[in-house]
């Protein structure tokens, strides 16, 4: 079974960054697409950057321009570079593959003070 850990949240103020790790056993990272969902209090979960097999990458309207996603194969692990956040991008983040075929880790909080 692929566990999927995630690490890096914290508290930031507004305009600051944070890396965000998730750790995923095997090597689904290598071969699959990867994507960092996140989820803020009463909303759905939302992806907001995708990481294709191809090495192309999407972003969410909302992140593009602050966010880098970026993968180490050997490793087995998924980045998330935020910048410039926004007390909007507050929300437990998660990773997953695209589609989220894989049982969801705990996540990890990241919190933006105004």
């Known amino acids: 079974q692929v566990r999927l850990v995630e690490s890096g949240g914290g508290l930031v103020q507004a305009g600051g960054s944070l890396r965000l790790t998730c750790a995923a056993s095997?090597?689904?990272?290598?071969?699959?697409?990867m994507g960092w969902y996140r989820q803020a209090p009463g909303n759905q979960r939302e992806l907001v950057a995708l990481?294709?097999?191809?090495?192309?990458?999407n972003y969410a309207d909302s992140v593009k321009g602050r966010f880098i996603i970026a993968k180490d194969n050997a490793r087995n692990t998924v980045y998330l570079q935020m910048n410039s956040l926004k007390p909007e991008d507050t929300a437990v983040y998660y990773c997953?593959?695209?589609?989220?075929?894989?049982?969801w880790g705990q996540g990890t909080q990241v919190t933006v003070s105004s």
């Open positions: 095997g090597s689904i990272v290598r071969v699959n697409q």
């Open positions: 990481l294709l097999s191809t090495g192309n990458t």
């Open positions: 997953n593959g695209s589609p989220a075929i894989y049982s």
